[in-house]
């Protein structure tokens, strides 16, 4: 289909290095890549596999601790490896465009979203000021962003984190450019927002000729985006073909065990006794940032040994809930028991012993790890402050807390969060969360940045431990996939309310809400063709009608 298109990116045998304890170790080990004009390239493979280098390099960009080794990348004809580092700078933002994985930790928090999104436009001189905010107001219209003419001029850290991604995505397509490269960019997004977005995504390629690399381990997404997919292992190219060949006849061992991953299903465990007492109790809260509601009138227990997973769309007040249940947002109205007895709203007001029972898992581990601390430090402080260990015995317990995240203690104890991939830093956020020994833990989209084979292992390894230790779990996804899998119970939020709630079983099997219908019938399929035709089937015959819906 692109064979009579202009090639716009060659890369040939490409190695990229990077540097631990003065020596330099092989990351990405001779790949090769063609993209033409108007293609979208789908990178996938597990995490470490060197895709987000990869993507990076297309920029002729690498992290600190990097380099380019060997190899030719040519964007345009323009040889990138060897260019000035001014021109390289006039390329990125206007011609080649980045959408990062954690819009959180990209964003400037000291600025509005419309300042940070007109700054490549102005400074590129493609459109003045007021004309780039009026495109930017469109774009947070095709991304289907609430209150498209006002949420512009909030600050990051007042919108939610699929909110952030969104403006992200606009912010890349500003300048409409040659080139974007979106490195997981629907991690953050809820299933019904997830769909809006890729076709949006889908519909800036195909009206203005740009090029993507689309990178993820969501092989149902990568169906809907890609032209081609080349897979990826450990920094080697395993195999490249199109999309629909690729699903259909994989030749590759590796890649035919993508295709047959989660196959996960924990076993279903029967309902508490009824005079069981729930570990946490979510007894009619509302709360608040300020004057503005953000959750009305909340309820669901959480029994010990049990999961409950809390889905709903982006800004529906899943992490909210768990913030007033962590006590970092005291709940206006309600109360949260635990074991019977009330929790202090704040978590200034709590004891030591009712802050270790509770613990989070944050969703954006790249916000959330101490970039300036080494992994040793960031898990050993919680063991040192809740079980008071000190010397070889805090090593020691480290060391355990690393094994049970499926990291060498002798490979990972010294690093920094930067010298890790997305998916070790969220589990080192796991092993953190572990390191206290609590009876509860919520789980905040804990497995959104993992490739689908390490996320099976961290659900078998949550499972587990759910079982040794009768550890009670609030599991914030939008993943359906996940709920299956780990889930007792579900509890549906929309619009900072429950909408629904009930035992698993019960939940998938009809009839539904209305809105957990809808959420059920928008999880991506294996099926190149499974967008088109559900965008037909909801009367959706553009982007700009998606918006709208």
């Avoid at 108007?38 to 390099?57: C, Y």
């Avoid at 990209?106 to 700054?119: E, G, K, M, W, Y």
């Avoid at 005079?275 to 509302?286: A, F, K, L, M, Q």
Wanted: proline fraction near 5%; include cysteine.
């Amino acid at each position: 289909m692109n064979q009579d298109k202009k090639l716009l990116l060659k890369i040939r045998g490409l190695r990229i290095e990077g540097r631990v304890d003065e020596t330099w170790n092989g990351i990405v080990h001779g790949v090769d890549l063609d993209l033409h004009r108007g293609e979208i390239m789908g990178l996938i493979g597990e995490s470490g596999a060197g895709k987000s280098t990869i993507g990076l390099a297309a920029m002729g960009f690498t992290r600190d601790g990097c380099r380019i080794a060997d190899g030719s990348i040519e964007f345009d004809s323009m040889e990138l490896t060897s260019s000035p580092e001014e021109d390289l700078r006039m390329l990125r933002g206007a011609r080649i465009a980045y959408v990062a994985q954690s819009a959180a930790a990209s964003f400037n928090p000291a600025h509005r979203l419309i300042d940070q999104h007109t700054a490549a436009p102005v400074q590129h001189k493609i459109q003045s000021r007021r004309a780039s905010q009026e495109d930017a107001i469109d774009l947070y219209t095709r991304l289907r962003l609430p209150n498209p003419g006002e949420i512009g001029f909030r600050y990051p850290h007042q919108v939610s984190g699929g909110q952030l991604q969104r403006a992200m995505t606009a912010m890349a397509m500003s300048c409409r450019p040659d080139l974007i490269i979106f490195d997981e960019p629907t991690t953050a997004l809820d299933v019904t927002t997830q769909i809006e977005v890729l076709a949006a995504i889908r519909d800036i390629v195909e009206q203005f000729n740009t090029a993507a690399i689309y990178i993820t381990h969501d092989l149902a997404v990568v169906a809907q985006m890609a032209d081609r997919i080349k897979v990826l292992l450990k920094g080697d190219e395993v195999e490249e073909a199109d999309t629909r060949t690729m699903l259909a006849e994989p030749k590759e061992d590796y890649t035919k065990s993508l295709w047959a991953v989660r196959s996960f299903q924990r076993e279903q465990k029967p309902p508490p006794p009824p005079d069981e007492s729930p570990v946490i109790r979510v007894s009619n809260i509302t709360a608040a940032y300020e004057v503005i509601k953000v959750l009305d009138d909340v309820s669901f227990d959480i029994h010990r040994g049990r999961t409950v997973a809390v889905v709903g769309e982006s800004g529906s007040g899943k992490s909210t809930t768990a913030r007033c249940i962590t006590g970092l947002l005291p709940p206006i109205n309600g109360h949260i028991l635990y074991n019977g007895e009330p929790l202090p709203p704040s978590f200034k007001q709590r004891s030591v012993e009712q802050l270790r029972q509770v613990q989070m898992i944050y969703q954006m581990a790249d916000t959330a790890l101490n970039p300036k601390k080494r992994i040793g430090e960031i898990i050993g402080r919680p063991v040192h402050f809740y079980r008071g260990l000190t010397g070889a015995d805090l090593k020691k317990r480290v060391d355990e807390l690393l094994d049970q995240i499926e990291l060498e203690p002798s490979q990972y104890y010294h690093r920094l969060p930067s010298e890790l991939s997305g998916g070790q830093k969220q589990r080192i956020g796991i092993a953190r969360a572990l390191a206290a020994e609590p009876e509860f833990i919520i789980c905040d989209e804990v497995t959104s940045a993992l490739d689908q084979l390490v996320a099976e292992g961290i659900l078998r390894l949550l499972d587990r431990l759910q079982d040794e230790l009768n550890l009670a779990y609030m599991f914030i996804t939008h993943d359906l996939a996940t709920v299956k899998a780990i889930a007792d119970e579900v509890v549906v939020m929309k619009e900072r309310q429950v909408v629904e709630a009930g035992p698993k079983d019960q939940m998938f099997q009809p009839p539904h809400h209305a809105y957990t219908d809808l959420l059920l019938s928008s999880v991506p399929e294996m099926d190149p063709d499974w967008l088109d035709q559900l965008l037909e089937k909801r009367g959706v015959d553009n982007i700009g009608e998606a918006a709208k819906t």
